[in-house]
């Protein structure tokens, strides 16, 4: 404490006109706008960089974790598709959708309209209202492309609505989120005299142009109350895992021109 006393009493100056000097600085960047902007933007630089060296280290820290799941996604794809070979990072085709690999840059779960930033965009052939699905099952659909990234509403989102169908007895219901849990979501009409139980499978229809059918959804929590229309619903534990999100595909329907040339709604 003596030799910082002596270090300040030495340099007390020196001190003083630092101290001036970022009062004048932080004044200067309150009072003009471009100034302001400009400190923004270097801020952002900075923090930017800081974000970006720290996912890198991530990804790098549980690489083996991510091989792992990523193998065992190309398991399940080679088991559908019937290939003999199949590259991490290749796109997966069958007869009507391709499956284009990317990779999550942003991911938000906790606000009432969640998004997710990929790193894939119109240059790789994605566009808007394509389905984002990954190893574990469906994650959202594109809404905003650039040029090299897209933006996904997520299934945490008010806005999503999903087509599913129970597994066990093909009933047809949608999906939404109650915003109040990113792990859980609600199915909503379901007919009142349909028998549904906890475990119970969902699916994604097929009935929609983003989705191929048989696209793991969720599995029912617990059943709820029906409604005065005679239709009930169920809370539903989502496959999917949004707090995890690194790696997902964005699913092309190769026909989608053609199906929406004959205007079926989806």
């Not at 193998?71 to 019937?82: D, I, Y």
């Not at 707090?243 to 021109?257: A, D, E, I, P």
């Amino acid at each position: 404490m003596y030799n910082l006393f002596i270090f300040i009493r030495k340099y007390n100056a020196v001190i003083l006109f630092i101290l001036l000097e970022v009062l004048c600085i932080v004044m200067i960047v309150q009072s003009l706008p471009y100034q302001s902007r400009k400190m923004a933007n270097v801020s952002n630089s900075i923090t930017g960089g800081v974000h970006k060296t720290t996912s890198n280290w991530h990804d790098y820290l549980h690489l083996k974790s991510e091989n792992e799941a990523l193998s065992e996604h190309n398991a399940l794809l080679l088991k559908r598709l019937g290939c003999e070979e199949v590259e991490a990072d290749a796109e997966y085709y069958d007869d009507i959708f391709t499956y284009i690999p990317a990779r999550v840059v942003n991911n938000n779960i906790y606000e009432m309209n969640n998004y997710i930033v990929i790193d894939k965009g119109s240059i790789d052939g994605i566009e808007p209202d394509m389905g984002v699905i990954c190893d574990k099952g469906v994650v959202g659909k594109v809404v905003n492309v650039s040029k090299h990234y897209a933006s996904v509403m997520s299934m945490l989102n008010s806005y999503s609505i999903i087509s599913c169908r129970f597994v066990d007895n093909q009933y047809v219901a949608n999906v939404v989120w109650d915003n109040k849990n990113y792990r859980y979501g609600l199915v909503k009409d379901i007919p009142s005299h349909i028998v549904i139980k906890a475990g119970d499978t969902l699916v994604t229809s097929g009935f929609s142009n983003s989705f191929p059918a048989d696209v793991m959804v969720g599995t029912i929590a617990e059943k709820g109350d029906a409604d005065e229309n005679m239709f009930s619903t169920a809370k539903l534990k989502f496959s999917t895992n949004f707090s995890t999100l690194r790696h997902v595909y964005v699913v092309k329907n190769n026909f989608k021109s053609e199906i929406d040339s004959l205007c079926i709604t989806h």
